[in-house]
């Protein structure tokens, strides 16, 4: 399974991106799939998830104002449409297959793509 996150760039503050997510050897609608970001030094952090189904969203505390998580079938393509970014979301942002829970409640996964990164200038 290899997944490749693509999208990000440079953008200013109050900005938008769409982050997009191919999978080779593995089709979408079969499994959850989710965003993560990760800062130097920090932890990797969920962003968000979406069902198999494609009919149930998780995001992090309030991203959910700002980010849409959804997936095109047709094309296996997971997306993550972020707007009105602000400097903090500055990340590498993956995304991630087969996601599961922790027994501390937090977010893993079993399948990683590379990252791209987010730059949000202020």
């Known amino acids: 399974v290899q997944l490749q996150a693509s999208g990000g760039g440079l953008v200013k503050a109050g900005g938008s991106l769409r982050l997009a997510c191919t999978a080779s050897?593995?089709?979408?609608?079969?499994?959850?799939v989710g965003w993560f970001r990760q800062t130097p030094g920090k932890e990797r952090d969920f962003v968000a998830a979406l069902n198999r189904a494609a009919d149930t969203t998780h995001y992090a505390g309030d991203l959910g104002d700002r980010f849409t998580i959804s997936r095109d079938s047709a094309n296996n393509t997971v997306y993550s449409q972020m707007i009105s970014l602000r400097p903090e979301d500055t990340a590498l942002y993956y995304c991630a297959s087969d996601l599961w829970r922790t027994l501390r409640g937090s977010w893993s996964a079993t399948y990683w793509g590379q990252g791209t990164l987010v730059t949000v200038s202020s």
């Open positions: 050897g593995r089709s979408f609608s079969l499994y959850n």
